[in-house]
Each structure stands twice: as C-alpha cells, then as structure tokens.
C-alpha cells in the first residue's frame, strides 16, 4: 500500500512539473528584475499581425472614430481613469508599445497564451480579453483613441 502510495504521489509531481506555468492559477512568479522586466515591456510588440507601426501625429478624426469603436467594443471591461474588469487605458501607451496594444485587441488568444505581459495580465485581472473581431482599421482608431488620453 506504501508502495502504491508513493508511486501516484511521484507521479503526481512528474505530471505536475512541465515548462509551462498554470496561467490560471496565480501561480506563476516572476523572477526577472524590475528594470529587466520594464526593459521587456518596453521592446515587447506582441503576437499577431502587426510588427511595424509608426504613429503620425494625432488625427482628431481618427480620435473620435476611436472613441466611437472603444465605447461599442472596449467599454464593457475597460475605464479611462480607473481599474475595471480589464486594466485602465489612460497611459496605455507608457506602458506598452503601438505594436503591442494592436496585437492584443487583434489577437488576445495567441497573446495570452505566448506573451509574458499578457499572461501576467490575465493573472492579475482574472479575466482573459475577448476577441471584439476588430478589423486592423478599427484596432488602428482606438489606439488613436489610446494616445489621444495618453
């Protein structure tokens, strides 16, 4: 019985060890130093379709289309100004890059499971993003939006 015993405990542990963390359990701890994991946000543009973006100056008309796609498809779960179901999107932008903002409203499935930034997100709100089926245009108009309430 001891034996037995002892093997389901082994096996157990083996099956529970892996490369992967448990995303959903709050479990994972990161070890990278502030200054190392600030320097990743910094340079991290995500997982998806966008891997360039230059930003041209605030276009006012983008802006307001922006707003108009952040209240039908993002108000749900985000605020300006204030922590919700998702994070606040005033600063977005200081705290992660055009390409990476875009990658995560576009592709929040790969993002979540691929991107460190974006898994540490999931854990820390509880709740994953869903995918709203933006098109890269209307993606485009609310990180306008985004650098509009920067």
């Known amino acids: 019985m001891k034996v037995?015993?002892?093997l389901v405990i082994l096996a157990l542990i083996v099956l529970g060890c892996g490369n992967e963390p448990p995303i959903n359990?709050?479990?994972v701890k990161y070890t990278m130093e502030d200054s190392e994991l600030l320097l990743l946000t910094k340079n991290d543009k995500g997982i998806g379709p966008i891997k360039e973006l230059e930003l041209a100056p605030l276009n006012s008309i983008m802006v307001r289309d922006g707003e108009t796609v952040f209240r039908a498809?993002?108000?749900a779960c985000h605020r300006i100004g204030q922590r919700f179901i998702g994070p606040d999107v005033t600063g977005l932008l200081d705290r992660r890059t055009p390409e990476w903002i875009m990658n995560?409203?576009?592709n929040?499935?790969?993002m979540i499971?691929?991107?460190v930034?974006?898994?540490k997100l999931l854990m820390e709100y509880g709740a994953p993003?869903?995918?709203q089926s933006l098109t890269e245009g209307q993606a485009r108009l609310v990180l306008e939006y985004f650098r509009s309430i920067n």
Request: with cysteine; glycine share 8%; hydrophobic share 30%.
């Open 104 to 106: 995560m409203i576009l």
């Open 117 to 119: 930034q974006a898994r």
């Open 4 to 6: 037995k015993m002892t």
């Open 25 to 27: 359990k709050g479990l």
């Open 108 to 110: 929040p499935e790969q």
């Open 129 to 131: 993003m869903g995918n």
């Open 73 to 75: 498809k993002c108000s």
């Open 113 to 115: 499971q691929e991107n």
